[in-house]
């Protein structure tokens, strides 16, 4: 399966990806018994008070959107325009839009009004489900783990199964990305990027990517010189050109830690040489790493101490 390629049913986290059409529908006073009511027996349900002139709802729905998706089958959403159902508004005593309520059992059961951030639309999800898990998230730890055993491949097939259900999630993309970077499939991944759409190559996961191609390429010409810029640093701790060639055979190399020790090692001696070359060069390697991978932590705080002793 390539990635983003939105054929059939994805199976994610070891459950089978519901159809979208199944988890969202628009509903209204005829079918909403149905829709909401019964259908809340059977698993919870999102209803989604909105209108096409209403600015707040253009960003909450897509938002509730995204998140049933991923949640894959343990949530619905069905979504009630208001201006061709003032009745059944009516009803919910709905003044003000968007407005949610969640339905479980049958009955209502929480809801808010007005647009929320992805995060507490993301915890109310979680509450209503019973604190079950985002399968997607799970997936994502999943191929996390294999990526750190040395399995890129089936990491790959788990990312590539996330995107079959949700094409421009970032994390996903991102993982899959870096998937083919390490497979030796850095071309592709450049042919990936440049077909993204806008908003998610903006990314800062995807960003990230960019930089580590980019550190890549510029790595590439030096990487078979780790031993002959080592010996020559060992010869001249102080030449800070060679650390810094150095640094960056080593991120070739692919020893990144490496690569970021020398690049401190070159701080701490001058931090301001050549227009702080070596700092710039360090942040480029944590954009690259990610800002949660253990290494830019590991980094930053080396970082800090060393430009605050």
Known sequence: MLIGDSSGDAVVGG?????????????????????????????????????????????????????????AGKVKLVKVNVDDNQQLAAQFRVQSIPAVYAFKGGRPVDGFMGAMPDSQVKSFIEKLTGGGGNPIDEALAEAEAFIAEGQIETALEIYQE???????????????????????????????????????????????????????????????????LADKVAANPKDLQARQDLAMAKFGAGDKE???????????????WNEEAARKQLVKFFEAFGPTDALTVQGRKKLSSILFA
Not at 191 to 215: F, Q, R, W, Y
């Open 15 to 71: 459950a089978a990806g519901a159809a979208a059409g199944d988890l969202i529908k628009d509903s209204g006073m005829a079918t909403f018994m149905h829709d909401v009511v019964e259908a809340s027996k059977e698993v919870p349900v999102i209803v989604d008070f909105w209108a096409p002139w209403c600015g707040p709802c253009k960003q909450l729905t897509p938002t509730l959107e995204k998140l049933v998706k991923q949640y």
């Open 162 to 228: 996330i995107l079959a259900q949700d094409p421009v999630h970032a994390k996903a993309m991102a993982g899959a990305l870096k998937a083919y970077i390490a497979l030796g499939k850095s071309d592709e991944a450049r042919d990936i990027i440049a077909k993204l759409p806008e908003p998610l190559s903006k990314a800062p996961e995807i960003l990230s990517v960019k930089t580590a191609l980019e550190l890549q390429a510029q790595s590439a010409g030096v990487s078979s010189e780790v031993q002959a």
């Open 258 to 272: 490496g690569a970021m020790d020398e690049l401190l090692e070159s701080i701490r001696i001058d931090r301001k």
